[in-house]
């Protein structure tokens, strides 16, 4: 099904982890993609190569989305770069590990620039192109469980997912009249880089597995073919939402 003909796509954060499997999964069902990662490797290279192996245009954009004036750049560099942007995948996002007591400012700033800030005025510059070309849009933002449910020791993320709940849930309401959807993926646990600690804790792991009703980690595609639903016109009439995909561990219930 080539439910992306004709369409183009930025996804943040995507030489590697779920954003990587966004940009596959767009392109193989005919989407042009802008990469993007802070900066542009071999991994870069390779999924230019396997994108363009399916037959669609790839192309990276170098860009920090931690600032304002980067992401910016990035989301007007996307449009230029094949002359039209239908599909904002607001992916890049880090956490930090820390006792609440010990998390610093720069810390802070760093989780909330990225994971919050930067999808902000990431957001703004796709907005203003739709507005000024009376054209309809789809944007997703990479959330997580945890813009719900709470996980100690990562405060400065939970706020952050928080912020991006209700970024998803106000933007809805402004950006209807828009024609443009906005929607939130809150993925639970996933095999990605960003859970490599985790991956190799097989204590903490067990412990994490105890609280997934289905017993496993996700995979970054599970979290993909979400994302490209939520894309696609099939889900004309979504927006505002979070789509857990999560494997029942949002609402899970430990039988006493
Ligand atoms: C975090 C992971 C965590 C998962 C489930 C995600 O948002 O990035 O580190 O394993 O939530 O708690």
Redesign the pocket.
């Known amino acids: 099904m080539n439910r992306f003909e004709n369409k183009v796509a930025l996804v943040t954060g995507s030489s590697q982890g779920i954003g990587e499997a966004c940009a596959l999964r767009l392109a193989k069902e005919g989407a042009d993609i802008i990469l993007n990662g802070r900066k542009f490797d071999e991994r870069g290279e390779k999924l230019i190569a396997k994108i363009e192996g399916m037959g669609r245009k790839a192309k990276f954009l170098a860009a920090d989305v931690s600032k304002s004036k980067e992401v910016i750049k990035l989301v007007d560099d996307a449009i230029a770069a094949f002359g039209s942007l239908d599909i904002l995948v607001n992916n890049a996002g880090l956490?930090t590990k820390a006792d609440f007591w010990d998390v610093t400012e720069d810390d802070y700033d760093l989780v909330m620039n990225t994971n919050l800030k930067g999808v902000f005025f990431g957001i703004q510059t796709f907005v203003k192109y739709c507005k000024s070309n009376k054209k309809a849009g789809t944007i997703i933002n990479m959330s997580?469980?945890?813009e719900e449910i709470v996980?100690p020791h990562f405060a400065a993320y939970c706020a952050s997912k928080g912020g991006l709940k209700m970024l998803c849930r106000n933007l809805a309401s402004e950006l209807a009249p828009l024609n443009i959807r906005i929607n939130n993926v809150a993925?639970?646990?996933i095999t990605t880089p960003?859970?490599k600690d985790?991956l190799n804790n097989k204590k903490q792991l067990a412990k994490?597995l105890d609280n997934i009703p289905m017993s496993r980690m996700g995979k970054v595609d599970d979290v993909a073919a979400v994302v490209a639903f939520l894309a696609s016109d099939e889900a004309a009439y979504v927006t505002g939402s979070t789509y857990t995909v999560d494997g029942g561990?949002t609402y899970h219930y430990e039988e006493q």
């Open positions: 956490e997580s469980v945890h996980f993925p639970g646990a960003i859970n985790l994490v561990l």
